[in-house]
């Protein structure tokens, strides 16, 4: 029988949740200042240039990160594992530096990059590789059980940038450069405090030990084993999603551009909470597997995956409904043309949640070459669907902007993500007709509690829109309560989950 869950919950996976939800309301303050301070032109800039870069430091690292948190979980002391995987992260912030270069250095930069100021790519060169190593340096606080410190630390650089992201607003300095230059003094702040803690629990980085030659190729040979069937898939994701953001910025410029980062940015504060509890799931995944415990896997998988769908799809649905006062309250009228972009991306987050997760027990399981194989077959659907969205119609295409580019996304997310779990249902021994079902009634639900709740608090409003928002949140979360106690399997919870949590709210 499944164990409730407050008794499978531990310490690390509550502190994760409380510290997301405080990491939720800075984000939800800073995308109100930060849309609206760059204008939709530089804001379509720093996300196309900074988005590029994502793709391109993804496709060079060859998915190796998630190898190297596998091994690193399954053996915390291995100091010259660490050592290993930073001589190949300088490895990777050289080969960056090397093609960004180069694409100066032949002009080539003018076609890859269109509009775009030299300095400025530079600078997203820099965004991209900072993000890719505090990623990496935050999965090493997972695999050596820091969770807790490690969230408090992003806590406290959440509330620094803040402070200091309202210090540049005000004073009316906030542009690209000050943009780029902002994110790198966070990316310092939690690289450093990540490294304190670990050095203060005995897991430097920096750990003087000699790496031989033979574990080298070890290390070299487990992480080409692992990643090396997803070589293709890696290239084919990178190329498709490169493609995607070019050929919206060819054809949309920096304003469509910048309407779709938006609804991405909106789209990633809904995935905030779900997202940060991977790590931790991949982390449990690849010690069940370690162990050959099948029941384990299929434990975590039905307490697990459920819950944190509902979750992502509690926001989503009313962040989907609700499109046009969000963006009023982010962005202002500049953004008004985003309203259907942001209302088709907000569902994104709700099927990424489970493609994350589902990846993960891929990985765990060594399932890698299955995992490529759907991942091209996606791929190749989602290139002629981009082109058939965005292209205007001289070139057969509906020229749907930005709109269409979210489109295209939530849609191909939906049926991989489900192909995905129709192919590892069996082998973790879960039923997928189950599981699917469960997708279709919670978005269902969730969307018309969203769409009621939004038809009964707008006339109340009239034309507050920060108080018709509010007050729709407020509603929409006390019918999806009611709806849960009543009903807790259609979330992933049971009778005994529910008794705990009402439990805990009393004591509190």
Not at 479 to 488: E, G, H, I, S
Request: proline share 3%; hydrophobic share 50%; with cysteine.
């Amino acid at each position: 029988m499944r164990q409730p869950l407050a008794d499978s919950f531990n310490k690390r996976y509550l502190y994760k949740l409380s510290a997301n939800f405080v990491g939720l309301l800075i984000g939800l303050i800073s995308q109100m200042i930060i849309p609206r301070g760059l204008g939709p032109g530089a804001y379509g800039d720093f996300n196309y240039l900074t988005g590029f870069f994502s793709q391109l430091i993804s496709f060079l690292e060859l998915n190796t990160s998630t190898g190297y948190f596998t091994m690193l979980s399954k053996d915390p002391r291995d100091s010259q594992l660490v050592r290993f995987y930073m001589f190949f992260c300088v490895l990777v912030c050289l080969a960056v530096l090397f093609i960004t270069g180069a694409s100066h250095m032949t002009s080539l930069y003018v076609y890859i990059w269109p509009g775009q100021r030299i300095s400025y790519i530079y600078l997203a060169a820099a965004f991209g590789l900072f993000t890719w190593v505090t990623q990496i340096f935050n999965q090493m606080a997972d695999a050596y059980g820091l969770t807790v410190a490690a969230e408090k630390v992003k806590v406290f650089q959440r509330a620094f940038g803040l402070c200091l992201l309202v210090l540049i607003f005000i004073s009316g300095r906030l542009n690209l450069f000050s943009f780029f230059l902002y994110h790198y003094a966070l990316f310092i702040f939690l690289l450093a405090g990540t490294i304190f803690i670990m050095k203060g629990s005995g897991y430097s980085p920096y750990k003087k030990m000699a790496l031989t030659p033979a574990h080298a190729r070890l290390y070299a040979g487990e992480l080409f084993s692992y990643s090396h069937p997803l070589f293709i898939s890696a290239l084919a994701g990178v190329l498709s999603n490169i493609f995607d953001i070019w050929l919206l910025q060819v054809f949309g410029g920096s304003v469509e551009q910048g309407f779709f980062g938006l609804s991405t940015q909106i789209g990633a504060l809904c995935f905030l909470f779900t997202g940060a509890m991977t790590p931790l799931l991949m982390r449990e995944f690849s010690i069940v597997h370690t162990q050959n415990n099948p029941e384990r896997m299929k434990e975590l998988f039905e307490r697990y995956i459920p819950l944190l769908f509902s979750i992502a799809a509690f926001f989503s649905c009313f962040v989907s409904i609700n499109a046009d006062k969000i963006i009023h309250i982010f962005g202002g009228a500049q953004y008004g043309a985003a309203y259907y972009a942001v209302a088709v991306m907000a569902f994104y987050p709700v099927h990424q949640t489970y493609g994350q997760l589902v990846a993960s027990a891929y990985f765990a399981m060594g399932k890698t070459a299955l995992y490529r194989n759907i991942g091209v077959a996606m791929t190749a659907v989602g290139v002629p669907v981009t082109f058939f969205l965005i292209a205007p119609q001289k070139y057969f295409g509906v020229g749907a902007g930005a709109m269409g580019l979210a489109l295209k996304m939530v849609v191909v997310n939906v049926i991989s993500v489900n192909v995905l779990l129709y192919y590892i249902a069996k082998p973790v021994g879960i039923s997928y007709m189950r599981y699917l079902g469960h997708q279709g009634l919670c978005i269902v639900f969730m969307a018309l509690t969203a769409v009621v709740t939004a038809l009964i608090v707008n006339p109340l409003a009239k034309d507050n829109i920060v108080m018709g928002f509010l007050s729709s949140g407020v509603v929409y979360t006390l019918a999806t309560c009611v709806f849960v106690l009543r009903v807790p399997f259609a979330v992933g919870l049971n009778k005994e989950d529910i008794q705990k949590i009402l439990k805990i709210l009393r004591l509190h």
